[in-house]
Structure formats: structure tokens, C-alpha cells
């Protein structure tokens, strides 16, 4: 079964308000990948984070991966309406899918003007 | 990203009836995969292929095929297709098996 979760699954905002996506795993994590996709599109990388307690910055967006390496965030600040989509991780789990990463079921976003 | 492309974008096709889905990399990922999206189920891994020749079960391989002959082409033929392989299905490749992938379009295939 799944063992890479999202929440939430469904998160609805006005434009300039923040969002955050958590990723939660049952088991550790080598990395954890995250994904955007635009309604109707293909999933693209965003970035991968490594280390535990890492905390990587793109623009207004925010990823952090914890010190536990079981879980992460996407933070999104002040969000346009461009931020639109389902933002999935993804990660390798330990001893689970012979090392192949899983994806979690995503959180669509969607942003009111 | 143009370094995978996937043929047809749209399929239509009707139960029992065999159906190939081409994946073709322009890149040289040594890694390949083959996922299906479902609403609300994301993205789950059918088969994926290491290298040429190497192939393996993902996590909802019955009724899929693959095949893997040369390290650019991945293709996923479905031998009977039934309903519920409705789906989009992306083809992806990467350098390793946990790292990052690229993804192609997508194939929306309907079975009647």
C-alpha cells in the first residue's frame, strides 16, 4: 500500500496567501524529490533535498526535509495564480520497492485571484 | 522536456484489444519508467527498466507488457485491454533508480 503521505489533498486560496503541502513517510528516506504538475500537463522536478534538517529556497517557495528524514514540506509564499497545480514528493523508501522512488498522492492547489 | 516523447497523445480503444504505448528518449537516462495517474491515486509505478534488456515489476504490473531492446525506446503494450486501464500514462527516465525524473506528456488512453 501506499507509504509516502500527502495532506492536504485539496487546498483552495486566495492569490497572496501562503500554502503548505507535508509529506509523510512510514520509513526513512534517502532523499525526497518534489514534483509540479499543471492541470493537463506532465509532472516536472523541482527539487531534491539529502541531508536531514535541509532547507532549500526557490524564489517563494520553501522546502524542508526533517531531521528525521520521514517527513517534508513545501511552503509557498504569497501565492499567484500561476502556483496552480498538484505538487507531489517523492521518495526511495528503505527495504520497499527494491530502492525505486514512490510517489505520494499530491495536493492540488487552487489559487482564487 | 522534449528529451522524452510519448506516442499516441490519445488512444481510444475498445476491451480485448491490444494496445502499445511508445516511450522514446533522445537523452541517454539509463533508467526508465512507466506510471499510470489516476484520480486520486497519483502516480503509480507499472514497470520500470534499469538498462537494456533489464526489466522489472513495479507496483501494478498484471496486464501490462514491456520490452526493452534498445537503451532509447521503452514501450508498454497492453496484451487485453479492459476498463480499468483507463488512465494517462507517463513514461519517465532518469540516471538512477531514486533520483530525479524527467517525464514525458503523457498518453491518455480510454478502453470502451
Known amino acids: 500500500g501506499q507509504q509516502v503521505m500527502q495532506i492536504p489533498q485539496y487546498q483552495h486560496v486566495q492569490e497572496g496567501e501562503d500554502f503548505t503541502t507535508y509529506c509523510n513517510s512510514s520509513?526513512?528516506?534517502?532523499?525526497i524529490q518534489w514534483y509540479k504538475q499543471r492541470p493537463g500537463g506532465h509532472p516536472v522536478f523541482l527539487i531534491q533535498l539529502v541531508k536531514s534538517g535541509e532547507v532549500k529556497k526557490q524564489k517563494r517557495l520553501t522546502f524542508q526535509f526533517g531531521e528525521a528524514k520521514k517527513n517534508s514540506s513545501l511552503h509557498i509564499t504569497a501565492t499567484q495564480t500561476t502556483d496552480v497545480g498538484t505538487y507531489f514528493c517523492?521518495?526511495?523508501?528503505?527495504?520497499?520497492?527494491?530502492?525505486?522512488?514512490?510517489f505520494g498522492d499530491g495536493t492540488t492547489l487552487t489559487v482564487k485571484p | 522536456d522534449a528529451g522524452i516523447t510519448q506516442s499516441p497523445r490519445y488512444k481510444i480503444t475498445e476491451t480485448g484489444r491490444q494496445v502499445t504505448l511508445m516511450c522514446h528518449q533522445t537523452w541517454s537516462h539509463s533508467y526508465m519508467f512507466w506510471y499510470r495517474q489516476d484520480l486520486g491515486h497519483g502516480l503509480r509505478l507499472i514497470y520500470y527498466s534499469a538498462a537494456a534488456d533489464i526489466t522489472d515489476k513495479g507496483e501494478v504490473p498484471d496486464g501490462y507488457v514491456v520490452s526493452r531492446s534498445k537503451t532509447e525506446n521503452f514501450p508498454l503494450t497492453l496484451e487485453s485491454a479492459t476498463r480499468s486501464q483507463t488512465s494517462v500514462y507517463f513514461c519517465?527516465?532518469?540516471?538512477?533508480?531514486?533520483?530525479?525524473?524527467?517525464f514525458g506528456p503523457g498518453t491518455r488512453l480510454t478502453v470502451l
Open positions: 517523492a521518495g526511495p523508501l528503505y527495504n520497499t520497492n527494491a530502492g525505486k522512488s514512490t
Open positions: 520509513t526513512t528516506l534517502s532523499n
Open positions: 519517465a527516465g532518469s540516471d538512477s533508480s531514486y533520483n530525479e525524473q524527467f
